[in-house]
């Protein structure tokens, strides 16, 4: 007997299922369940009723519904453990009704974080922390309780001008430092001050390049290559150029030493601005350190960095290292008082950074992120080898290059998997696919000879996920990545001529 019910909706033991059409009734009713699922009726975690009691209910054979069963639960729909019967798996994200209209990537709050820019917030160092509260606290004069400089404190910009000249090689007294509340607000204020147009890394985060846009500052790409931004694109139009020269973010590599020459001598000669985003410069694993720009050429270059990857982005600190010229407007545009971040926890890291604190939390972080690095490269070689991995020399992110055409089926599937990643398309400058690379004739030309194709790729961010939760991220992330890709025959060769 073929037939089966026809578009009829079946109580199974309080499960309804819609049933249609005809054929083998195992694949109709694996159907039915996979749209349960997909339509939010059957939410992740939901308990399936047992395979003889839905068998019985339905009129079904009950190795027919065991059957169906046990291949969702290969496929990833269901999953089955011992003495907790079938249940939808956590990991098989619903996607909402249709009437809703959204995409795969939006639908649920994922299972899995892999997405790049912030570190696990349970190892926050609590306890270094309080202890440096409390002693910044005992010892703060009174003023620090009063109006606060736009300067921000002056405890903090001495710890900070010691550190960053030991740690990365930066030339600054603390008076050319500025507090401001992370990276973001420094942009935000040089874009005040300084004008545009501004060139950026063809590659970098979005939210940057709209932040200076809506500060009347448009961005124009430059190409980014193995060596970092092809800084021979700059021309005298350009006010001020944004790179990430310890880390290019996101393709990774830090810029080739004669291009940190050649983007001092553009800022001198054309009276330029170097902004350089210090956004994870402490990580490094199988390299050795790299020193900032701005010990090349204090006057020219502005270091902007923050503690949101080092510590953590809710404690709203971050700092600018300034050219002497620059102090006074960008404070004069912060304004009279300090508004954006706490006195009492500036003085609090400055006692973290005195005390050594900083230090160990950075060297703490630097060899769980190395580990956490491995374990993904460990992953991948076992279960994707055909998938290239790059830019992990540091940083807290990797880049996972994969075959033309493929970087949104892998979202999408990754989505599906209850894993948030985003693809490298996705920091891609708007303007990058459309204009020249470079802005001069000469760097046209070194372009054409060698070009740097736009790639698909993801970047997956290796320091958010819990211990105890990585592994399972990384295996969703493994059931993403596209199978590899069949070798292309070779095209026919006509015969040899006579």
Same mark, same amino acid.
């Given at each position: 007997?073929?037939?089966?019910?026809?578009?009829?909706?079946?109580?199974?033991?309080?499960?309804?299922?819609?049933?249609?059409?005809?054929?083998?009734?195992?694949?109709?009713?694996?159907?039915?369940?996979?749209?349960?699922?997909?339509?939010g009726r059957l939410a992740p975690g939901a308990r399936l009723p047992p395979y003889r009691s839905l068998a019985a209910d339905l009129g079904l054979a009950r190795n027919t519904v065991a059957d169906a069963y046990a291949e969702l639960?290969?496929?990833?729909?269901?999953?089955?453990?011992?003495?907790?019967?079938?249940?939808?798996?956590?990991?098989?994200?619903?996607?909402?009704?249709?009437?809703?209209?959204?995409?795969?990537?939006?639908?649920?709050?994922?299972?899995?974080?892999?997405?790049?820019?912030?570190?696990?917030?349970?190892?926050?160092?609590?306890? *270094?922390?309080?202890?440096?509260?409390?002693?910044?606290? *005992?010892?703060?004069?009174?003023?620090?309780?009063?109006?606060?400089?736009?300067?921000?404190?002056?405890?903090?910009?001495?710890?900070?001008?010691?550190?960053?000249?030991?740690?990365?090689?930066?030339?600054?007294?603390?008076?050319?430092?500025?507090?401001?509340?992370?990276?973001?607000?420094?942009?935000?204020?040089?874009?005040?001050?300084?004008?545009?147009?501004?060139?950026?890394?063809?590659?970098?985060?979005?939210?940057?390049?709209?932040?200076?846009?809506?500060?009347?500052?448009?961005?124009?790409?430059?190409?980014?290559?193995?060596?970092?931004?092809?800084?021979?694109?700059?021309?005298?139009?350009?006010?001020?150029?944004?790179?990430?020269?310890?880390?290019?973010?996101?393709?990774?590599?830090?810029?080739?030493?004669?291009?940190?020459?050649?983007?001092?001598?553009?800022?001198?000669?054309?009276?330029?601005?170097?902004?350089?985003?210090?956004?994870?410069?402490?990580?490094?694993?199988?390299?050795?350190?790299?020193?900032?720009?701005?010990?090349?050429?204090?006057?020219?270059?502005?270091?902007?960095?923050?503690?949101?990857?080092?510590?953590?982005? *809710?404690?709203?600190?971050?700092?600018?290292?300034?050219?002497?010229?620059?102090?006074?407007?960008?404070?004069?545009?912060?304004?009279?008082?300090?508004?954006?971040?706490?006195?009492?926890?500036?003085?609090?890291?400055?006692?973290?950074?005195?005390?050594?604190?900083?230090?160990?939390?950075?060297?703490?972080?630097?060899?769980?992120?190395?580990?956490?690095?491995?374990?993904?490269?460990? *992953?991948l070689h076992a279960r994707a080898p055909h998938i290239r991995v790059t830019g992990i020399a540091a940083g807290l992110h990797a880049v996972l290059e994969l075959p033309p055409g493929t970087e949104r089926s892998a979202v999408r599937a990754?989505?599906?998997?209850?894993?948030?990643?985003?693809?490298?398309?996705?920091?891609?400058?708007?303007?990058?696919?459309?204009?020249?690379?470079?802005?001069?004739?000469?760097?046209?030309?070194?372009?054409?000879?060698?070009?740097?194709?736009?790639?698909?790729?993801?970047?997956?961010?290796?320091?958010?996920?819990?211990?105890?939760?990585?592994?399972?991220?990384?295996?969703?992330?493994?059931?993403?990545?596209?199978?590899?890709?069949?070798?292309?025959?070779?095209?026919?060769?006509?015969?040899?001529?006579?």
């Amino acid at each position: 007997m073929n037939s089966w019910v026809n578009s009829a909706e079946v109580l199974g033991s309080d499960l309804p299922l819609e049933l249609s059409g005809t054929g083998n009734r195992r694949a109709l009713l694996m159907d039915a369940l996979r749209e349960a699922v997909r339509s939010g009726r059957l939410a992740p975690g939901a308990r399936l009723p047992p395979y003889r009691s839905l068998a019985a209910d339905l009129g079904l054979a009950r190795n027919t519904v065991a059957d169906a069963y046990a291949e969702l639960v290969a496929e990833g729909w269901l999953a089955a453990r011992q003495g907790s019967g079938t249940r939808v798996a956590e990991r098989a994200a619903p996607v909402t009704p249709v009437h809703r209209a959204r995409t795969p990537e939006r639908v649920a709050r994922p299972v899995h974080d892999l997405v790049q820019g912030q570190p696990d917030p349970s190892v926050f160092p609590r306890t *270094a922390w309080l202890a440096s509260a409390r002693r910044a606290l *005992a010892a703060a004069p009174d003023d620090a309780f009063g109006p606060g400089d736009p300067h921000g404190r002056p405890e903090l910009r001495r710890a900070l001008a010691g550190y960053l000249a030991r740690v990365r090689g930066v030339r600054a007294a603390p008076e050319r430092i500025v507090l401001c509340s992370g990276a973001a607000h420094g942009l935000r204020l040089l874009a005040q001050v300084v004008g545009g147009p501004w060139a950026a890394e063809e590659y970098g985060l979005p939210f940057h390049r709209a932040l200076l846009a809506s500060h009347g500052v448009g961005t124009r790409p430059l190409g980014v290559d193995t060596d970092g931004a092809r800084v021979d694109g700059l021309t005298r139009r350009d006010r001020a150029v944004l790179l990430t020269p310890a880390h290019q973010f996101p393709t990774g590599g830090p810029l080739h030493p004669a291009r940190r020459a050649a983007v001092v001598d553009w800022a001198r000669a054309t009276g330029g601005l170097v902004v350089e985003d210090d956004y994870d410069g402490e990580f490094r694993y199988d390299r050795q350190p790299v020193g900032a720009v701005q010990g090349l050429d204090p006057e020219h270059v502005v270091l902007v960095g923050s503690v949101s990857k080092s510590l953590s982005p *809710a404690l709203r600190i971050g700092w600018m290292v300034l050219p002497q010229r620059l102090v006074a407007p960008v404070v004069a545009a912060k304004g009279e008082r300090e508004q954006f971040s706490s006195a009492t926890e500036q003085l609090t890291l400055a006692d973290f950074i005195d005390s050594g604190a900083y230090d160990r939390q950075v060297r703490r972080m630097r060899q769980r992120h190395r580990r956490r690095r491995d374990q993904l490269v460990a *992953a991948l070689h076992a279960r994707a080898p055909h998938i290239r991995v790059t830019g992990i020399a540091a940083g807290l992110h990797a880049v996972l290059e994969l075959p033309p055409g493929t970087e949104r089926s892998a979202v999408r599937a990754a989505a599906w998997q209850g894993l948030a990643v985003e693809g490298l398309g996705d920091y891609l400058h708007p303007g990058a696919e459309h204009s020249p690379r470079t802005g001069e004739a000469r760097a046209a030309r070194a372009a054409e000879a060698s070009p740097v194709p736009h790639r698909d790729g993801l970047v997956v961010g290796y320091a958010t996920p819990a211990e105890s939760a990585y592994p399972e991220a990384l295996d969703a992330l493994c059931r993403s990545l596209p199978p590899v890709s069949p070798p292309v025959p070779a095209p026919p060769q006509p015969p040899a001529a006579p």
